[in-house]
Structure formats: structure tokens, C-alpha cells
């Protein structure tokens, strides 16, 4: 079983930055991956970014060179920071951590508006 953690979801003006934080409940070196999806109202889960096991990194067109996704292996905890954030970027963000089986956290919600 692994839990996760999120924090550091709000509200932001457009062209703002927010950094989310995931922090799972055991070492993820055992993870395939570990990362962030998000769904907005009406729409399907979508990948932001993810690291894999090895430490190679991938992300959602709409997002790339405006996000950066990372890790620390000594807390546990995946980061995610969102910079030149745009309204089309409101959403509900999930962490979520691939091992044998997939386990999501609950969501924070980011909201991006003036």
C-alpha cells in the first residue's frame, strides 16, 4: 500500500507560478514512476509530467517548458512546479505513483484566474 500526499494546489493569476508537492508513504525506489495528472470539469484525465524510475522525465504537450517535474528521494516527495500558468491550466491535480498496481492521491485543486 503506498499513500499520497498532495499540497500546494490555489488560486493564481494568469502568468503565475504554484509548486505542488506529493509525498508518498514509503521509498518510491521501488516505483515504476511517479507523477501528475490532471482533470477538468467535463474533461478526461490528462498526464502532466511524470519522472521515471530511472529519472527521465515526460510531459503533457500543453505543459512543456512551463512546467518542471522532480524529485527527492530522501523525503519521499515529488514536486511539481508550474510556472506561466495559463486559465486553461484550472484543474484538479492528482499525484499518482505506478508500482504493481497504480494509487492516487485525493487532488488539490489549482484555479487559475484573474
Known amino acids: 500500500q503506498v499513500q499520497l500526499v498532495e499540497s500546494g494546489g490555489g488560486l493564481v493569476q494568469p502568468g503565475g507560478s504554484l509548486r505542488l508537492s506529493c509525498r508518498a508513504s514509503r521509498s518510491f525506489f521501488s516505483f515504476n514512476a511517479m507523477g501528475w495528472y490532471r482533470q477538468s470539469s467535463g474533461k478526461e484525465r490528462d498526464l502532466v509530467a511524470r519522472i521515471l524510475a530511472g529519472g527521465t522525465t515526460q510531459y503533457g504537450d500543453s505543459v512543456k517548458g512551463r512546467f518542471t517535474i522532480s524529485r527527492d528521494n530522501a523525503k519521499n516527495t515529488v514536486y511539481l512546479q508550474m510556472d506561466r500558468l495559463k486559465p486553461e491550466d484550472t484543474a484538479l491535480y492528482y499525484c499518482?505513483?505506478?508500482?504493481?498496481?497504480?494509487?492516487w492521491g485525493q487532488g488539490t485543486q489549482v484555479t487559475v484566474s484573474s
Open positions: 499518482y505513483a505506478n508500482t504493481a498496481r497504480v494509487y
